[in-house]
């Protein structure tokens, strides 16, 4: 994405607003509040529309990843657009020496843009891996001499103290990511998750020997590879959900050092987001802004917290 033609093309405030509300109400504005049509033209208010049915007025901003923003729009795209071009992530004090914004405003614009990239219409299908990962700390080695079940993130927790944060991943082959932090790998918690996000229908599902995966058989066509034998068996491996925690631990080790195990789901969706999209040519800038307007109510989960009080941990 030229960083260079989208500042140009949305240069002005106006710009800017104008573009939003052609994506988010496509010629006819929509009150935010209820719902109706009923609208005009707010008085004395640029930008800003008044309801004829409840009588309160609203932005296009309103419930969006942009609400109650004060960093004027040409700023937020050029910053958008950086942090889609960065494929490995972009740090909030990167955005800040390429933009000049504040590291504050940095850091909230880039949480907010990752808010921004939650797709939640995921339905996997064909070829499957699972596989579950442990986020922060020190890195430790999955057991998988003895495919040791018992390494929880509870023990790992308990045993050295560190703040461990678990992540369950699904991916179809060639096609997309979906991860969830779950705080426990039960086999129930797991199996919520796949047929949350999975067609059971046709779809073949490979986990290692991770003994919450068993009996996951008696849901969808199920195969394991025991890692104590080999790493793949013809079609039976992992590979593709482990390349994809090296990508993301690689990612979060290179470009944000540290992050909150709070915040880490966010990040979590950056990265399915970047993942997802990897072999997408199409205007991924519009792909995005349509993706974040869409996304209404996801803003109660984030709740600003100034960076500085943000507790984190190292990844190593
Ligand atoms: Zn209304």
Same mark, same amino acid.
């Given at each position: 994405?030229?960083?260079?033609?989208?500042?140009?093309?949305?240069?002005?405030?106006?710009?800017?607003?104008?573009?939003?509300?052609?994506?988010?109400?496509?010629?006819?504005?929509?009150?935010?509040?209820?719902?109706?049509?009923?609208?005009?033209?707010?008085?004395?208010?640029?930008?800003?529309?008044?309801?004829?049915?409840?009588?309160?007025?609203?932005?296009?901003?309103?419930?969006?990843?942009?609400?109650?923003?004060?960093?004027?729009?040409?700023?937020?795209?050029?910053?958008?657009?950086?942090?889609?071009?960065?494929?490995?992530?972009?740090?909030?004090?990167? /955005?800040?020496?390429?933009?000049?914004?504040?590291?504050?405003?940095?850091?909230?614009?880039?949480?907010?843009?990752?808010?921004?990239?939650?797709?939640?219409?995921?339905?996997?299908?064909?070829?499957?891996?699972?596989?579950?990962?442990?986020?922060?700390?020190?890195?430790?080695?999955?057991?998988?001499?003895?495919?040791?079940?018992?390494?929880?993130?509870?023990?790992?927790?308990?045993?050295?103290?560190?703040?461990?944060?678990?992540?369950?991943?699904?991916?179809?082959?060639?096609?997309?990511?979906?991860?969830?932090? /779950?705080?426990?790998?039960?086999?129930?918690?797991?199996?919520?998750?796949?047929?949350?996000?999975?067609?059971?229908?046709?779809?073949?599902?490979?986990?290692?020997?991770?003994?919450?995966?068993?009996?996951?058989?008696?849901?969808?066509?199920?195969?394991?590879?025991?890692?104590?034998?080999?790493?793949?068996?013809?079609?039976?491996?992992?590979?593709?959900?482990?390349?994809?925690?090296?990508?993301?631990?690689?990612? /979060?080790?290179?470009?944000?050092?540290?992050?909150?195990?709070?915040?880490?789901?966010?990040?979590?969706?950056?990265?399915?987001?970047?993942?997802?999209?990897?072999?997408?040519?199409?205007?991924?800038?519009?792909?995005?802004?349509?993706?974040?307007?869409?996304?209404?109510?996801?803003?109660?989960?984030?709740?600003?917290?100034?960076?500085?009080?943000?507790?984190?941990?190292?990844?190593?």
């Amino acid at each position: 994405m030229n960083i260079i033609a989208i500042h140009k093309e949305y240069d002005t405030q106006k710009k800017c607003i104008q573009h939003l509300e052609k994506l988010r109400w496509n010629g006819v504005v929509r009150c935010t509040y209820c719902g109706s049509d009923h609208t005009k033209p707010a008085k004395g208010e640029q930008f800003r529309h008044s309801c004829r049915s409840c009588k309160r007025t609203f932005s296009v901003l309103l419930d969006t990843i942009f609400e109650h923003t004060r960093l004027p729009l040409p700023e937020w795209f050029v910053i958008i657009a950086l942090v889609l071009n960065a494929k490995r992530g972009m740090a909030a004090k990167e /955005i800040q020496r390429h933009t000049g914004v504040t590291y504050k405003t940095a850091y909230y614009t880039a949480m907010r843009i990752r808010i921004g990239m939650l797709e939640d219409n995921t339905q996997l299908d064909g070829i499957i891996e699972m596989d579950e990962s442990y986020f922060g700390g020190k890195a430790r080695k999955k057991n998988t001499a003895t495919n040791d079940p018992t390494l929880s993130t509870v023990s790992a927790k308990r045993g050295r103290g560190t703040k461990k944060v678990s992540v369950a991943g699904m991916v179809e082959r060639d096609g997309d990511v979906k991860t969830k932090v /779950i705080e426990k790998l039960t086999k129930r918690n797991l199996l919520h998750m796949l047929k949350t996000y999975a067609k059971e229908d046709n779809s073949l599902l490979i986990t290692d020997g991770f003994k919450s995966y068993s009996h996951f058989d008696e849901y969808i066509e199920h195969m394991v590879i025991n890692h104590s034998k080999a790493f793949s068996k013809g079609i039976v491996h992992v590979n593709t959900i482990e390349g994809f925690w090296s990508y993301v631990k690689n990612g /979060i080790k290179g470009n944000y050092k540290s992050i909150s195990p709070k915040y880490l789901p966010f990040y979590l969706v950056e990265y399915e987001w970047k993942f997802n999209h990897r072999k997408f040519k199409g205007d991924e800038f519009k792909l995005f802004l349509d993706n974040a307007l869409k996304h209404e109510n996801e803003l109660e989960y984030w709740k600003a917290i100034s960076p500085e009080q943000v507790k984190k941990i190292a990844y190593s």
